[in-house]
């Protein structure tokens, strides 16, 4: 099993080749597409993410191993991507090890600080608390 500090340094990879801001919006619609999203019925106020200025969804299931598998989503391509670098961080993982994650020092590790506007980091961190705080509920 990756661990999350793994998973970081992958991502960190994948981003740290490109030094434009526009390529890494690229990559991050790329991840967008790689997303299967969710179906309507699971778009729901319940599942939604508060705080994000985009419309953005994510569903926690534990696994029988005690892991999380993650399902993300959202109206907004850049988000989308964003979300989905969290299940790619955070799938297959324990409780312990995601709600240890300063969610803040995510987009900064990965090489997106700056990069991505104020809102969408405020919403990323939305995200990051709505995942914490359900496994810790």
């Given at each position: 099993m990756t ?5 970081l340094?992958?991502?960190?990879d ?5 030094n434009e801001?526009?390529?890494k ?9 790689k997303?299967s999203?969710l179906p309507p ?5 319940k ?5 994000c200025?985009?419309q953005?969804?994510?569903?926690a299931d534990?696994e029988?191993d005690n892991t999380y598998?993650?399902?993300t ?5 850049i988000?989308?991507?964003l979300l989905?670098i969290?299940?790619r961080?955070?799938n297959?993982?324990?409780k312990?090890?995601i709600?240890?994650?300063?969610g803040?020092?995510?987009?900064d590790?990965i090489?997106l ?5 104020s809102?969408r980091?405020?919403g ?13 509920v």
């Amino acid at each position: 099993m990756t661990t999350i500090q793994e998973m970081l340094t992958l991502i960190k990879d994948e981003f740290s080749i490109f030094n434009e801001p526009q390529e890494k919006y690229v990559l991050l619609v790329d991840l967008a597409k790689k997303s299967s999203g969710l179906p309507p019925e699971k778009r729901t106020d319940k599942n939604k993410v508060n705080g994000c200025i985009s419309q953005a969804w994510i569903i926690a299931d534990k696994e029988t191993d005690n892991t999380y598998n993650f399902q993300t989503d959202s109206d907004a391509m850049i988000v989308k991507g964003l979300l989905f670098i969290l299940q790619r961080l955070f799938n297959g993982q324990r409780k312990e090890d995601i709600v240890s994650i300063d969610g803040q020092n995510i987009l900064d590790h990965i090489g997106l600080k700056g990069t991505i506007s104020s809102q969408r980091t405020n919403g990323f961190g939305a995200a990051i608390n709505k995942i914490q705080h359900e496994l810790v509920v």
